[in-house]
């Protein structure tokens, strides 16, 4: 489903890099092609689908135009980018992240929060452990799913649990948080800390609890052009579009907040 | 008179030297670069870090286990796969080979929904003995037997079927029995093709990724092997993730050192 698809995604991007390297090495440079409409994009995790959704409309504004995406955890994504992957627009879930981005000298502009999301506790839908607060997490044979530390979700996490005062040891600490709720998903753990916006694209699978220290970890989610873009054009496009009044409606219905 | 040129292995044609170098040039350099990268001055202090000592600990031990599981099974499985001969064999064989070319991701995933706690056999196996597999070490042990025992097998079946029989019939026509020759002929005979199955069977259980991340969850010290401390790593501290992935190299040039016999004959 939307794992598969996301997994798709990744090898056609793959592809889509590898090819014309190949093709480029093979004809040592070449004449320069026309006009590139794709907007390649690097995307949170969190952000699958209200991008997805939101990369289809902004094809629809512009014929022609292609937005490929990729989603994966912030920080594997920074860490993409610091390396040189040939990308137009980065968008992640924590300022720390664009931060790394950032001083690396690989963003064009200042990055500009576009949204901000925070933690719910998932548990499977009806709560059959009657899971009421973060403390009934760190009881005995209670296996929880956290993120992992350097991605934004994992950070907030910690965050939040500090927050609270509550000490508990996940069963795993997974790389992003569409896998933290994969778990969750797939039967595996009792609860998992993700975004309230994953929780709720999970469906009736899933039933979010709320608690009071998610308000101490609430992420901000910048995005910003790259310094390398192939196409800078779609990518100033692609960023002032994410901040057009239609794309807050697609993000606010999401469960995300305004910046 | 000339005589004609004699036909030698020493003269390939021009043409295929350059890609041979480029080839070589391919394997060997990201390697090179590897170890140019590596932050040598701080290594010692890195390798001392607790979390790597964890995870190389975890390592050892959850390859060695799997290697274990995969020579109690696996032994078998070769003897009666060249040895005993049945319809369908073929089809064994081939299915026996599958997790060899199958994604290990996809190993992982088939492992969580049949031992997952929810699933056909996991549910058994936490109502009858209170056993909850998915996000422990018996996991990681469990996804790099899966992938790691056709190595086995296959190394295993191919020594047996070119041992020679002959000594295997002699025995028995001075009276020992199955079990005596199976002990004391033929599991001698095929040590050298076991023990190079066995190497290989661990050296692939150590790299394990795909299914371990999948079935086992990551979580240091429990789950969290090498692989997945090196890609964990390269978000955080790429130098570490550098001197991870060294420690992995180290062992594999271990490990190709001591088959060099095998693999690498010296002439």
């Given at each position: 489903m939307t794992r598969r698809a996301v997994t798709h995604r990744r090898v056609s991007r793959a592809l889509a890099v590898a090819v014309p390297l190949l093709v480029l090495a093979a004809c040592g440079g070449g004449a320069p092609a026309a006009p590139p409409r794709t907007v390649t994009v690097l995307a949170a995790a969190s952000l699958t689908e209200v991008f997805t959704t939101l990369g289809r409309d902004f094809e629809a504004d512009r014929p022609g135009t292609t937005v490929v995406l990729s989603f994966a955890g912030s920080s594997s994504l920074a860490q993409q980018v610091n390396a040189g992957?040939?990308?137009?627009v980065f968008a992640a879930a924590s300022a720390a992240t664009m931060r790394t981005v950032a001083d690396a000298g690989n963003a064009a502009g200042e990055p500009v929060v576009f949204a901000r999301n925070q933690l719910v506790i998932a548990v499977p839908r009806g709560n059959p452990r009657g899971?009421?607060?973060?403390?009934?997490?760190?009881?005995?044979?209670v296996k929880v799913a956290l993120c992992a530390p350097p991605v934004p979700c994992g950070a907030a996490a910690r965050t939040a649990l500090a927050a609270a005062g509550v000490a508990l040891t996940p069963v795993t600490l997974e790389q992003d948080v569409k896998a933290t709720l994969a778990k969750l998903r797939l039967g595996e753990v009792d609860a998992a800390l993700v975004y309230r916006t994953d929780a709720a694209a999970a469906g009736d699978q899933v039933t979010p609890v709320e608690f009071p220290e998610s308000a101490a970890a609430v992420n901000e989610y910048p995005i910003v052009a790259l310094a390398?873009?192939?196409n800078p054009g779609g990518a100033a496009a692609f960023v002032a579009y994410v901040r057009s009044p239609a794309a807050v409606a697609v993000l606010t219905a999401a469960g995300f907040q305004p910046p | 008179m000339r005589t004609p040129r004699a036909v030698s292995t020493?003269?390939?044609?021009?043409?295929?030297l350059v890609p041979a170098a480029a080839g070589l040039a391919f394997l060997v350099l990201p390697l090179v670069g590897l170890v140019l990268r590596a932050p040598w001055s701080t290594l010692p202090d890195r390798l001392a870090d607790p979390a790597v000592l964890a995870a190389l600990r975890l390592s050892l031990l959850t390859a060695t286990m799997a290697t274990a599981v995969c020579l109690v099974l696996g032994v078998p499985l070769a003897y009666v796969l060249a040895r005993v001969p049945f319809p369908g064999r073929g089809v064994v064989r081939a299915l026996v080979t599958l997790p060899l070319v199958l994604p290990p991701v996809v190993g992982g995933v088939a492992l969580l929904l049949v031992l997952?706690?929810?699933?056909?056999v996991g549910s058994h196996l936490a109502s009858w003995f209170g056993v909850s597999l998915p996000f422990t070490p018996a996991a990681v042990v469990l996804a790099e037997a899966f992938v790691a025992m056709p190595f086995l097998v296959i190394a295993v079946e191919g020594a047996l079927r070119g041992a020679d029989r002959r000594y295997e019939d002699a025995a028995a026509t001075l009276g020992a029995g199955r079990w005596t020759t199976l002990r004391r002929v033929t599991l001698p005979l095929v040590a050298p093709g076991l023990a190079a199955g066995a190497v290989l069977c661990w050296a692939r259980a150590l790299g394990e990724f795909g299914a371990t991340i999948t079935f086992a969850g990551s979580f240091p010290g429990?789950?969290?092997t090498m692989p997945l401390a090196v890609y964990l790593a390269l978000e955080t501290d790429p130098a570490d993730a550098v001197v991870l992935s060294l420690v992995l190299l180290g062992v594999s040039v271990a490990i190709l050192a001591g088959l060099r016999e095998r693999w690498l004959p010296s002439r």
């Open positions: 992957a040939p990308a137009d899971v009421r607060g973060l403390a009934d997490l760190a009881g005995p044979g390398g873009a192939p | 020493g003269r390939a044609p021009r043409g295929l997952g706690r929810r699933r056909l429990r789950t969290q």
